[in-house]
Nanobody
Framework: QLQLVESGGGLVQPGGPLRLSCAAS????????ISWFRQAPGKEREGVSC????????VYADSAKGRFTVPRDNAKNTAYLQMNSLKPEDTAIYYC???????????????????WGQGTQVTVSS
């Protein structure tokens, strides 16, 4: 069974960059689409971005467009969330999630992602 572990969270100043990693084990990540979600205190979890299994197709929430990218390295069984121009409102726990797919399109955020990481805290503050 696929297991995911996020890393790379921390404290960053507004306007700064941060890269989160999502390392997979137990299966080959190239069969899975990867989505990133976040949950801020007192708010519902929201989808941030999704990347297809090949990495060729991506979807971004409006809040992430132009600032975030989602590269992946299937040879390393790892996906990433590269965040630039961070804002205080990006403060949240970030999760990666994987969905076994048979096409190369990013699935909707509301799909039932079967594997989730434990989350990593991102705090944007001066």
């Amino acid at each position: 069974q696929l297991q995911l572990v996020e890393s790379g969270g921390g404290l960053v100043q507004p306007g700064g960059p941060l890269r989160l990693s999502c390392a997979a084990s137990g299966d080959t990540l190239r069969h899975y689409a990867i989505s990133w979600f976040r949950q801020a205190p007192g708010k519902e979890r929201e989808g941030v971005s999704c990347v297809s299994k090949s990495g060729d197709n991506t979807v971004y929430a409006d809040s992430a467009k132009g600032r975030f990218t989602v590269p992946r390295d299937n040879a390393k069984n790892t996906a990433y969330l590269q965040m630039n121009s961070l804002k205080p409102e990006d403060t949240a726990i970030y999760y990666c999630a994987a969905l076994l797919v048979f096409n190369d399109y990013p699935p909707p955020f509301h799909d039932a992602f079967g594997s989730w990481g434990q989350g990593t805290q991102v705090t944007v503050s001066s």
